[in-house]
T-cell receptor, first 116, second 113 residues
Framework: DAGVIQSPRHEVTEMGQEVTLRCKPI?????LFWYRQTMMRGLELLIY????????DSGMPEDRFSAKMPNASFSTLKIQPSEPRDSAVYFC??????????????FGDGTRLSIL | GENVEQHPSTLSVQEGDSAVIKCTYS??????FPWYKQELGKGPQLIID?????GEKKDQRIAVTLNKTAKHFSLHITETQPEDSAVYFC????????????FGTGTSLTVIP
């Protein structure tokens, strides 16, 4: 069974450019999470979806960040315009909510983003 | 909301020794506690989890213990091997967290051959 798939694995771009990160969750999972990881802040939850609907976006740092989930098998995280402080590793994770929750999240291998 | 603290931040052990990582949580309603291992260049991978209706769970060389009264849980790795070197994260989830995980800050474990 394929795990969570993220693309691209690495992205290097110049400040001011638009960046789009992509995620394909595990089939059958109804929750999707976007995280950002840096040395200074650790793992930060940016936003999560349930059944393609955004539930909590309080972790999204600014209006420059937006996320969509047009269907159950695809999500994007977009940064426009990008800034050097956005450099980090971005992870997507998915899980199956189940009747009582308490199910593990499965992570992709991340996108390493560098903004010059 | 939930607050998870993790100690130590770095840990070095000799190969074959045991390693223990400890986490505390603040919300007594939290009832699910997964542990993740993150190797360089990869995403966190689930290695073991425990639910609040049990006090201990074992999987080969890895065990997790939970003390609900004290609100802390620990990861125990016995007979450590160099391939156990990685960053380990604990997390907590419960009915008050909206299916979110609250992660600890991570422990960088180095096993010295």
């Amino acid at each position: 069974d394929a795990g969570v798939i993220q693309s691209p694995r690495h992205e290097v771009t110049e400040m001011g450019q638009e960046v789009t990160l992509r995620c394909k969750p595990i089939s059958g999972h109804d929750y999707l999470f976007w995280y950002r990881q840096t040395m200074m802040r650790g793992l930060e939850l940016l936003i999560y979806f349930n059944n393609n609907v955004p539930i909590d976006d309080s972790g999204m740092p600014e209006d420059r960040f937006s996320a969509k989930m047009p269907n159950a098998s695809f999500s994007t995280l977009k940064i426009q315009p990008s800034e050097p402080r956005d450099s980090a590793v971005y992870f997507c994770a998915s899980s199956f909510g189940g009747a009582s929750g308490n199910q593990p999240q499965h992570f992709g291998d991340g996108t390493r983003l560098s903004i010059l | 909301g939930e607050n998870v603290e993790q100690h130590p931040s770095t840990l070095s052990v000799q190969e074959g020794d045991s390693a223990v990582i400890k986490c505390t949580y603040s919300d007594s309603a939290s009832n699910y506690f997964p542990w993740y291992k993150q190797e360089l260049g990869k995403g966190p991978q689930l290695i073991i989890d425990i639910r609040s209706n049990v006090g201990e769970k074992k999987d080969q060389r890895i065990a997790v213990t939970l003390n609900k009264t004290a609100k802390h849980f620990s990861l125990h790795i016995t007979e450590t091997q160099p391939e156990d070197s990685a960053v380990y994260f604990c997390a907590a989830q419960g009915p008050n967290t909206g299916n979110q995980f609250y992660f600890g800050t991570g422990t960088s474990l180095t096993v010295i051959p």
